[in-house]
């Protein structure tokens, strides 16, 4: 017999694969964006059920709060052309659906997995907190994974940096040190001239 948390998981599974889906397939770049937060709402109800509350408050406040909202601006106030945007579409559709395919091999592997049943079906005590047991397995089972993440996100932070602030011949730009050094002089210059008086009559012609 169903009970009401199957139903509750059918749901929510199939609001996130309808938004899903309208993140792909949809034509308005703003409208995708809107179906991903649809998505990551989803998600992290579905998180909540898996008695995983920090990772769904986390995925609410990181993704949804801060990500999301940046992306949507940047996607706002940029002029996307659509028609470049769909140019080679179909000649990568193959790439695409091998690496879908795959994913989703995957992810049934894992589903099929004995081990991964038991935990989903596994009862906490009320005393139970998912938080410090996600930060104990972190920082003991897969503490070296955890730095070489971290890691990686440091090159990717320095090498945006990088490239933000390499050198460009048709930038503008100012040298602070320059310009503590400018005097008076250099900014505003004098020039003398004789003054012109202007007649009535020239005036009139």
């Not at 059920?49 to 949507?72: D, H, P, Q, S, T």
């Not at 990686?152 to 390499?166: D, S």
């Not at 730009?173 to 310009?179: I, V």
């Amino acid at each position: 017999m169903m009970q009401f948390t199957d139903i509750v998981f059918f749901v929510l599974a199939t609001i996130l694969l309808y938004a899903g889906l309208r993140v792909i397939t949809t034509r308005n770049p703003v409208h995708a964006a809107l179906h991903l937060v649809l998505a990551f709402f989803t998600a992290a109800g579905i998180w909540l059920m898996l008695e995983a509350e920090f990772l769904a408050i986390v995925l609410v406040l990181v993704y949804v709060g801060a990500v999301m909202v940046l992306f949507l601006f940047v996607v706002m106030m940029l002029d996307i052309n659509l028609d470049k945007l769909r140019e080679g579409f179909w000649s990568n559709l193959p790439v695409a659906v091998t690496v879908g395919v795959l994913m989703a091999g995957e992810m049934a592997m894992v589903l099929s997995n004995k081990y991964f049943m038991a935990a989903r079906v596994a009862a906490h005590p009320a005393e139970y907190s998912n938080t410090a047991e996600l930060g104990h397995v972190i920082y003991t089972d897969y503490l070296l994974v955890f730095e070489l993440a971290a890691v990686v996100l440091l090159v990717a932070i320095v090498a945006a940096i990088v490239l933000t602030l390499r050198d460009r011949g048709d930038s503008k730009k100012l040298d602070p040190s320059e310009q503590v050094l400018v005097k008076r002089n250099d900014r505003l210059r004098i020039v003398k001239m004789d003054a012109e008086v202007e007649t009535v009559q020239e005036a009139k012609e």
